[in-house]
């Protein structure tokens, strides 16, 4: 299994990007999707998820801001951030779950670097 997540650099306040995942390996259709955020000193954290529904939802912190998004006949997740915020700095990762069994896969990340 691979997720191959991308789109990550620098953006000054207020700015926007967006990140994608290239998954493989799996039934990319099948599975439920996330980012997840790192900055340093702090846990990981659910940014957004899409099931494989299409049904989305949202941290607080990012919700009207960013939004998930799936492409599943290109095997891709998005997660196209607007509005950028100084705190919005951290290491992007992207996830897939498939709910049958709870199998639960880690992409590598993408840095996101927000700053004037």
């Known amino acids: 299994v691979q997720l191959q997540a991308s789109g990550g650099g620098l953006v000054q306040p207020g700015g926007s990007l967006r990140l994608s995942c290239a998954a493989s390996?799996?039934?990319?259709?099948?599975?439920?999707m996330g980012w997840y955020r790192q900055a340093p000193g702090n846990e990981r954290e659910l940014v957004a998820h899409i099931t494989n529904g299409g049904r989305t939802n949202y941290a607080s912190s990012v919700k009207g801001r960013f939004t998930i998004s799936r492409d599943n006949a290109g095997n891709t997740v998005y997660l196209q951030m607007n509005s950028l915020k100084l705190e919005d700095t951290a290491v992007y990762y992207c996830?897939?779950?498939?709910?049958?069994?709870?199998?639960?896969?880690w992409g590598q990340g993408t840095q996101v670097t927000v700053s004037s």
């Open positions: 996830s897939a779950q498939r709910p049958r069994d709870g199998s639960f896969y």
């Open positions: 390996g799996i039934i990319f259709s099948f599975n439920d």
